[in-house]
């Protein structure tokens, strides 16, 4: 009986602990969004619309919102599979812009292009998001199965926490999608939750100013 009211009781402060760290405030959040290219979203059609919607969100709450493009030269040396992939992809389509919808706005960061799968390969970066007082870094794109599960593992390991918008990340496959986003991702980071919940959540509660802005600046490791 005591062991049963003492695991209710500690349920009870982890619920509200988790309910309250779930709210995120807008001046502690930022929405990265990773390789949203048209190049990747070429055939990710069912894809445009959610980001669309999530950005759309982030931006009415004045949250940060941040592009992390995946390009530049192929490197020379032997690639990994993920990222000869993403090279791949990159160098067979047209360039075209991006939806208005999902394009950058003035005030969002557009950081330099990468051509690692992780969006976490800078230390100016990793120090402006603290410098700005970001806890919660929301991740959205092109590729679960590829850079978001490599940024989230950085994102958790780095003390942010970490929440996968579900419905609005793509993969190179359903099948990777549905493993990723329903066995490896839930296992690393702090929330997998659907965009409709997230509006939920974040909705609930808001943040003051932040402190200082995010660098665009994104050094190499």
């Known amino acids: 009986m005591l062991n049963q009211l003492l695991n209710k009781l500690t349920a009870?402060?982890?619920?509200?602990r988790m309910r309250a760290y779930l709210d995120y405030p807008e001046a502690r959040t930022a929405l990265i969004l990773i390789d949203v290219q048209p190049a990747f979203l070429a055939d990710q059609s069912l894809l445009l619309p959610k980001l669309?919607?999530?950005?759309?969100?982030?931006?009415?709450?004045?949250?940060?919102?941040i592009y992390s493009p995946f390009g530049g030269a192929r490197p020379a040396h032997s690639l990994a599979p993920g990222i000869a992939e993403l090279f791949t992809r990159l160098e067979s389509s047209t360039e075209t812009?991006?939806?208005?919808?999902?394009?950058?706005?003035?005030?969002d960061i557009v950081l330099p292009a990468r051509s690692t799968l992780s969006a976490f390969i800078g230390k100016s970066f990793i120090a402006s998001l603290r410098?700005?007082?970001?806890?919660?870094?929301?991740?959205?794109?092109?590729?679960a199965d590829l850079s978001i599960d490599s940024t989230a593992r950085d994102a958790t390991e780095r003390?942010?926490?970490?929440?996968?918008?579900?419905?609005?990340?793509?993969a190179t496959s359903q099948d990777a999608h549905d493993a990723t986003i329903g066995v490896t991702l839930p296992r690393m980071v702090h929330a997998v939750t659907s965009s409709k919940d997230w509006f939920q959540h974040a909705a609930k509660q808001t943040g003051g100013k932040q402190t200082s802005p995010i660098k665009q600046e994104n050094e190499q490791k």
């Open 159 to 170: 003390d942010f926490h970490t929440t996968i918008l579900s419905d609005c990340c793509g």
């Open 12 to 16: 009870n402060v982890l619920h509200r």
């Open 97 to 107: 812009p991006l939806p208005e919808e999902l394009a950058p706005h003035d005030g």
């Open 52 to 65: 669309a919607k999530v950005i759309a969100f982030a931006r009415s709450r004045n949250m940060a919102i």
């Open 131 to 143: 410098d700005a007082g970001i806890e919660h870094v929301i991740l959205a794109g092109s590729f």
